[in-house]
Every structure is written in structure tokens, then in C-alpha cells.
């Protein structure tokens, strides 16, 4: 079975400074997608970033990036010029790609601090 | 695009009785929703995977005649809780991943989450 950890309970950053939240995972498969989620105090679930497996190029989107290390199956957010609004419980998801699959397995979250 | 709503997003209830959450997918056509629980300061619980037009598919531990789900249409999922007890006062969340043939395919888009509490 697929698992996922976020091994950082808690992160801090300072505003507009860069930070990493890690993720790792473990699977058979080869092929399979991974997220990033943000859900803030309102607890609205943010889609972030997502990444094919079978792409060899990070994903970014904005101020966001990804590490993608498929053979280390690491995957983690780079943050760059944290903002206030930026604060919030990340979590990193996978989902496999066989058909008919279509469940997320989340990581238990960061909770990520930008401090002003 | 890929909006997903729900409601109510806040309702408290009487022990006992039943309540009934809506999730719509507002502007795509949901092959598959997803519905989840989620405890405070801990990540999201699934309970239920369902599909338009069959049965849903409970994880284990979850009990499907306490749970009900109905996936009518393309757009449309309920959650009805019955016979609600204190326990099941929680945070529900709904999610819809696209239909295959569409760019949206493979990821889950969340609604803004159901506030359940049980008097």
C-alpha cells in the first residue's frame, strides 16, 4: 500500500523569505500523480501544485515549485517570498494513475507560520 | 474554473435526527466525488468514493446505513447523515475529480467543507 509522510509538523518563515516543506512517499507503481494542497484557517482545500510522475520537469506555478525526486520519491514545496497569506496547513497527496484509482493518500500536514 | 460547492456550511441538530449535506460541482461534470472527514489539527479522513449512477464505495470502519451517499447526476452528491449522535459532529468535505476526457482529469477539487454539530 501507498503511503505518504510529511515528516515537519510545523515550519516557520519569515516574510518574503524561502521556504521548503518536505514530502515523501512510498509506492510500487511508476506511474502516479502528486499534489500539494493548502488549507488555511477558513479550511477550504487550495489545489497548489500538481505533478505527473512520468514528467521529469518540476512543476511551478508563481511563487510556488516543486523538488520532484523520483527515485528518492521525494516531493517537496518551495515557497519563495513567503507572504502573510501563505499561512496554513499544507498537505502533500498521491494518486495513482492505474484506471479506476482514483483516492488520494494525504501525508498527515505541515502547518506553516509566516511571521511578519 | 473546477468550483465545487457545498451546503450548509454550518448546521447544528438535534441527536437523532438525520441531516443532509449537498456537494454541486458548478462548472464541469464530476465523474467521480469523493467525501471525507476531518477532525481538528488532523488531515482528511475518507469515507466515500462515489460514482454517478452506482454505488458508493465506503472505506472500511466507515458504516454505510449511517453514512448515506447518492451520486444522482454529474454535478450533484449528497451526504446524508442519520440518525445523528454527538460523535458524528465533525467537518465534512466534499471533493470532484473531472470526467477523463477533460484537461481537469485526475485531480480532486474540494468544496469549502460542512461544520456538523450534534446536539
Known amino acids: 500500500a501507498q503511503t505518504v509522510t510529511q515528516s515537519q509538523p510545523e515550519m516557520s518563515v519569515q516574510e518574503a523569505e524561502t521556504v521548503t516543506l518536505s514530502c515523501t512517499y512510498d509506492?510500487?507503481?511508476?506511474?502516479?500523480?502528486l499534489f500539494w494542497y493548502k488549507q488555511p484557517p477558513s479550511r477550504q482545500m487550495i489545489l497548489v501544485i500538481r505533478?505527473?510522475?512520468?514528467?521529469?520537469q518540476n512543476a511551478t506555478e508563481n511563487r510556488f515549485s516543486v523538488n520532484f525526486q523520483k527515485a528518492a520519491k521525494s516531493f517537496s514545496l518551495k515557497i519563495s517570498d513567503s507572504q502573510l497569506g501563505d499561512a496554513a496547513m499544507y498537505f502533500c497527496?498521491?494518486?495513482?494513475?492505474?484506471?479506476?484509482?482514483?483516492?488520494?493518500?494525504f501525508g498527515t500536514g505541515t502547518r506553516l507560520k509566516v511571521l511578519a | 474554473g473546477a468550483v465545487v460547492s457545498q451546503h450548509p456550511s454550518w448546521v447544528i441538530c438535534k441527536s437523532g435526527t438525520s441531516v443532509k449535506i449537498e456537494c454541486r460541482s458548478l462548472?464541469?461534470?464530476?465523474?467521480?466525488m469523493f467525501w471525507y472527514r476531518q477532525f481538528p489539527k488532523q488531515s482528511l479522513m475518507l469515507m466515500a468514493t462515489?460514482?454517478?449512477?452506482?454505488?458508493?464505495?465506503?472505506e472500511q470502519g466507515v458504516e454505510k446505513d449511517k453514512f448515506l451517499i447518492n451520486h444522482a447526476s454529474l454535478t450533484l452528491s449528497t451526504l446524508t447523515v442519520t440518525s445523528a449522535h454527538p460523535e458524528d459532529s465533525s467537518f465534512y468535505i466534499c471533493?470532484?475529480?473531472?470526467?477523463?476526457?477533460?484537461?481537469?482529469?485526475?485531480?480532486?477539487?474540494f468544496g469549502p467543507g460542512t461544520r456538523l454539530l450534534v446536539l
Open positions: 509506492t510500487s507503481e511508476s506511474d502516479y500523480y
Open positions: 462548472d464541469f461534470q464530476a465523474t467521480t
Open positions: 462515489s460514482n454517478e449512477g452506482s454505488k458508493a464505495t465506503y
Open positions: 497527496a498521491y494518486r495513482s494513475a492505474v484506471s479506476g484509482t482514483y483516492k488520494y493518500i
Open positions: 471533493s470532484a475529480s473531472a470526467q477523463p476526457t477533460t484537461g481537469l482529469w485526475g485531480t480532486q477539487y
Open positions: 505533478q505527473e510522475a512520468y514528467k521529469q
